[in-house]
């Protein structure tokens, strides 16, 4: 696979995945994994091998269980990969002879003496293309001391088996779709339809499928690290990564050496909650603040020449994607490409993943000037020609993590209508994806894991959480449940908008970082950090902002190409 295909145009916006309970972050999704596996070819910090042994195109170091091959390049720099097998049942490794084969990349650290995991979040997310495909910037905010190790969880992506509930793509293009706007309108086909998809997952996965879930991940990375001959666990996890950091302090507190966390998912309603009824608290606040900062910016925004002010432009703005509720534009382009634009694609395929990034607030606000004065061809090819990606590793996830099945739900239609209906009055952005809530009431798969949230967790050295002010789908207040749930944890704050840290770029926040993953050195309480730059570059510039230290631009630059990643971080 070649350079251009894993790292596409800088300034390419999000597009929408399919939604969970939530709605995906930044659509494009998880790569071909046989691409990656062994055989990438594509071009951050990196060191020459010293190895034990070579023989053959395989390589071993001193101390560690696992033999490695050379699978690509980053920025010149080459990156290598292995799998392991681990038990189908971490908890009780003798009752089976089954395994999960889980595949792992590294990207070794000039200087590395120590490997520091990687989550992209998800639930779904590819460990080997986010590697590829970031590495680069996060080896630069990180440093040369640390060896960069992600991987594919099991059931994602190139681990197999795989959580999927189609035996082929022939398949799922025929069976796996259904029309799910409108809940009461199409609640009865939704139900019908959920009914033959939950059997589909519980026959297509076997009984792997009742082991795919977060606890049994969070053990897995105890074998990679058994593996890498690595006692202590350094680990950054973003997004629903922050779950299964949680998770993992959790269970295994004496390990935990240096946990970062970023843009948390609460796991108290994670885990025990038929909702989580605070992942979209700031998510208003975040559309408000682009209105905010497009007003203050003039002509750098597009949007602020139709409004004075910022209530304006949201009265205007509401106003014109309401109409689309009652008549969609009609966009013709040529014979083989034209569309409608609905209230849907604008409102959730359009605005919603654009909170999650504001580097694309710009390019956003230049699409949405030339909609609502009657232009609709840019419109439309960034967000009325979705094809909707696979969600079964979402669903599969997060249902055998959570309350689903007959166990927790009434199993009739209007039982499930009773208690989701007052859920949808939570927030101008719900109600959520419908056959998430269809699959959580009749999910099959049962649950095999006992894991149970707690407060006030001791772990070998406390917890770093990092969190925007405002988090589009996990809150700051998440955050704060964290910061109680882990003894001596502490929070940095940037104040500004997005998800997760990376949403925006902080010289003050990565410092923090590093001093906490080289020294351990934790934040005073209600430390908060400042974003670097403009919300709305003027005449299109990339930033707005320089440092005279060679290593401080250096870090602004990666902080800027990651928040610029129209594909990452993601969360359902």
Same mark, same amino acid.
């Given at each position: 696979?070649d350079?251009?295909?894993?790292?596409?145009?800088? /300034?390419?916006?999000?597009?929408?995945?399919?939604?969970?309970?939530?709605?995906?972050l930044?659509?494009?999704?998880i790569l071909?994994?046989?691409?990656f596996?062994?055989?990438a070819?594509?071009?951050?910090?990196?060191?020459?091998r010293h190895?034990?042994?070579?023989?053959?195109?395989?390589t071993?170091?001193?101390?560690?269980?696992?033999?490695w091959?050379p699978?690509?390049e980053?920025?010149?720099?080459?990156?290598?990969c292995?799998?392991?097998?681990?038990?189908?049942?971490?908890?009780?490794?003798?009752?089976?002879?089954?395994?999960?084969?889980?595949p792992?990349?590294?990207?070794?650290?000039?200087?590395?003496?120590?490997?520091?995991?990687? &989550?992209?979040?998800?639930?779904?997310?590819?460990?080997?293309?986010?590697?590829?495909?970031?590495?680069?910037?996060?080896?630069?905010?990180?440093?040369?001391?640390f060896?960069?190790?992600?991987?594919?969880?099991?059931?994602?992506n190139?681990?197999?088996?795989?959580?999927?509930?189609?035996?082929?793509?022939?398949?799922?293009?025929?069976?796996g779709?259904?029309?799910?706007?409108?809940?009461v309108?199409?609640?009865?086909?939704?139900?019908?339809?959920?009914?033959?998809y939950?059997?589909?997952?519980?026959?297509?996965?076997?009984?792997?499928g009742?082991?795919i879930?977060? =606890?049994?991940?969070?053990?897995?990375?105890n074998s990679?690290?058994?593996?890498?001959?690595?006692?202590?666990?350094?680990?950054?996890?973003?997004s629903?990564?922050?779950l299964?950091?949680?998770?993992?302090?959790?269970?295994?507190?004496e390990?935990?050496?240096?946990?970062?966390?970023?843009?948390?998912?609460?796991?108290?309603?994670?885990?025990?909650?038929?909702?989580?009824?605070?992942d979209?608290?700031?998510?208003?606040?975040?559309m408000?603040? $682009?209105?905010?900062?497009?007003?203050?910016?003039?002509?750098?925004?597009?949007?602020s020449?139709?409004?004075?002010?910022?209530?304006?432009?949201?009265?205007?703005? $509401?106003?014109?994607?309401?109409?689309?509720?009652?008549?969609?534009m009609?966009?013709?382009?040529?014979?083989?490409?034209y569309g409608?634009?609905?209230?849907?694609k604008i409102?959730?395929?359009?605005?919603?993943p654009?909170?999650?990034?504001?580097?694309?607030?710009?390019?956003?606000?230049?699409?949405?000037e030339?909609?609502?004065?009657?232009n609709?061809?840019e419109?439309?090819?960034?967000?009325?020609?979705?094809?909707?990606?696979?969600?079964?590793a979402?669903?599969?996830?997060?249902?055998?993590?959570?309350?689903?099945g =007959?166990?927790?739900?009434?199993q009739?239609?209007?039982?499930?209508?009773?208690?989701?209906?007052p859920?949808? &009055?939570?927030?101008?952005f719900?109600?959520?994806?419908?056959?998430?809530?269809?699959?959580?009431?009749?999910?099959?798969?049962?649950?095999?894991?006992?894991?149970?949230?707690?407060?006030?967790?001791?772990?070998?050295?406390?917890?770093?959480?990092?969190?925007?002010?405002?988090d589009?789908?996990c809150?700051?207040?998440?955050?704060?449940?964290?910061?109680?749930?882990?003894?001596?944890?502490?929070?940095?704050?940037?104040k500004?908008?997005?998800?997760?840290s990376?949403?925006?770029?902080?010289?003050?926040?990565?410092?923090?970082?590093?001093?906490?993953?080289y020294?351990?050195?934790?934040?005073?309480?209600?430390?908060q950090?400042?974003?670097?730059?403009?919300?709305?570059?003027? &005449?299109?510039?990339?930033?707005?902002v320089?440092?005279?230290d =060679?290593?401080?631009?250096?870090?602004?630059?990666?902080?800027?190409?990651?928040?610029?990643?129209?594909? /990452?971080?993601?969360?359902?």
């Open positions: 696979m350079k251009q295909s894993l790292n596409p145009p800088e /300034w390419a916006e999000p597009r929408r995945k399919p939604r969970i309970n939530k709605w995906k930044f659509g494009a999704g071909t994994v046989a691409a596996h062994w055989l070819q594509v071009s951050p910090h990196c060191s020459h190895q034990d042994h070579h023989h053959n195109d395989r071993t170091y001193p101390g560690e269980h696992i033999e091959k699978c690509g980053i920025s010149n720099c080459s990156v290598e292995s799998k392991i097998d681990v038990p189908i049942d971490q908890f009780h490794p003798d009752a089976s002879n089954k395994t999960f084969n889980v792992i990349i590294r990207m070794r650290g000039k200087d590395g003496s120590k490997n520091i995991l990687l &989550n992209p979040g998800g639930p779904g997310g590819s460990g080997f293309e986010f590697l590829h495909r970031r590495g680069e910037q996060l080896s630069t905010i990180v440093g040369d001391g060896h960069l190790v992600s991987f594919d969880p099991r059931g994602i190139s681990s197999s088996p795989r959580a999927s509930c189609y035996p082929s793509k022939e398949a799922r293009q025929q069976l779709s259904v029309h799910d706007i409108d809940i309108k199409d609640g009865a086909e939704i139900y019908a339809w959920t009914h033959n939950v059997r589909a997952c519980e026959d297509t996965m076997g009984e792997h009742k082991y879930n977060t =606890p049994q991940t969070a053990a897995d990375m990679i690290l058994d593996a890498l001959g690595q006692k202590d666990m350094y680990y950054w996890g973003f629903y990564g922050t299964l950091g949680q998770t993992y302090a959790t269970l295994f507190p390990r935990s050496h240096r946990v970062i966390i970023d843009g948390v998912v609460n796991q108290f309603l994670w885990y025990q909650a038929r909702f989580d009824m605070e979209l608290n700031d998510t208003e606040n975040v408000d603040g $682009l209105l905010k900062e497009c007003i203050k910016s003039g002509d750098a925004c597009p949007l020449s139709m409004a004075d002010s910022w209530e304006d432009l949201k009265d205007k703005f $509401l106003s014109f994607v309401g109409e689309l509720k009652e008549q969609p009609n966009v013709y382009v040529n014979n083989s490409v409608l634009l609905d209230y849907q409102w959730y395929g359009a605005l919603f654009v909170l999650y990034k504001p580097q694309f607030w710009g390019m956003f606000a230049e699409r949405m030339k909609l609502m004065n009657g609709a061809t419109a439309l090819m960034a967000y009325g020609l979705d094809d909707g990606e696979d969600s079964d979402l669903y599969t996830v997060s249902m055998n993590d959570g309350l689903s =007959p166990l927790h739900w009434p009739d239609l209007e039982s499930l209508l009773d208690i989701v209906m859920t949808f &009055n939570r927030s101008v719900a109600p959520d994806d419908l056959v998430y809530l269809f699959a959580k009431q009749q999910w099959r798969i049962p649950k095999t894991h006992n894991y149970v949230p707690r407060n006030g967790v001791e772990t070998a050295h406390p917890l770093l959480i990092l969190t925007t002010t405002y589009p789908v809150p700051l207040i998440s955050a704060r449940s964290a910061e109680a749930a882990f003894k001596d944890s502490k929070i940095v704050e940037v500004g908008y997005g998800h997760c990376v949403a925006v770029p902080s010289l003050c926040l990565a410092k923090h970082v590093r001093a906490f993953l020294n351990g050195t934790m934040p005073a309480n209600d430390t950090c400042e974003v670097d730059g403009p919300y709305f570059k003027p &005449n299109g510039t990339a930033s707005a320089s440092f005279e =060679p290593g401080d631009q250096a870090i602004h630059l990666a902080q800027m190409a990651l928040a610029r990643d129209p594909d /990452w971080p993601w969360r359902v």
